[in-house]
């Protein structure tokens, strides 16, 4: 199985800074790789596919980047919307197409 | 729109049986994978297994393989999960999700089935 780092697990940070949270696989995904927002008490919602090419609505605020093994979520001024836990998820090759840990965004 | 709708909150006893269900719209149901995420509490997201309703190809995560079954019945666009004994460990809530493809992003989620089991 491709296992997935998420770091950091947590961070604590003020409406319009800019966020960056990184997942790190096993082996290389070729961008198969999509992030997905939760937000307390709902379900995931998906914000980027192949690594960088953001869902229809999701605000351009949201970018991701990267390639083999590396890639990041970056958020450019954090909203007061966007305190919830981001997944990366993995669908490289053959299942399991595994998830990350989850980054949770706090307040700060 | 694609729509997911899940079956209500469960609460059973270690032991029993149950499946619960995922019910398609907006879209061909047997064109698109269903697959299920468990998420305990607490806890991050896990993938568990997949099927094609058109042929009802199913792949499962080695960590649920043998613990549960997904099936699909694509006269009523319906998938489903069923454990034939349960334990206190499954409780979770159970997300039924959607993908166009083979080896693709979860495009849809449905709203969740919350599990307990408790003696």
């Known amino acids: 199985d491709i296992q997935m780092t998420q770091s950091p697990s947590s961070l604590s940070a003020s409406v319009g800074d800019r966020v960056t949270i990184t997942c790190r696989a096993s082996q290389g995904i070729s961008n198969s790789l999509a992030w997905y927002q939760q937000k307390p008490g709902k379900a995931p919602k998906l914000l980027l596919y192949?690594?960088?090419r953001l869902e229809s609505g999701v605000p351009s605020r949201f970018s991701g980047s990267g390639s083999g093994t590396d890639y990041t979520l970056t958020i450019s001024s954090l909203q007061p919307e966007d305190f919830a836990t981001y997944y990366c998820q993995q669908y490289y090759s053959t299942p399991p197409w595994t998830f990350g840990q989850g980054t949770k965004v706090e307040i700060k | 729109e694609v729509q997911l709708v899940q079956s209500g909150a469960e609460v059973k006893k270690p032991g029993e049986s149950l499946k619960i269900s995922c019910k398609g719209s907006?879209?061909?149901?047997?064109?698109?994978?269903i697959g299920w995420v468990r998420q305990m509490p607490g806890k991050g997201l896990e993938w568990m297994g997949i099927i094609y309703p058109g042929d009802s190809d199913t792949r499962y995560s080695p960590s649920f393989q043998g613990q549960v079954t997904i099936s699909a019945d694509k006269s009523i666009s319906t998938a489903y999960l069923q454990w034939s004994s349960l334990k206190a460990s499954d409780t979770a809530m159970y997300y039924c999700?959607?993908?166009?493809?083979?080896?693709?992003?979860?495009?849809?989620w449905g709203q969740g089935t919350l599990v307990t089991v408790s003696s």
């Open positions: 999700v959607s993908q166009r493809d083979y080896g693709d992003y979860v495009g849809y």
């Open positions: 907006g879209y061909s149901f047997t064109s698109y994978w």
């Open positions: 192949a690594a960088s």
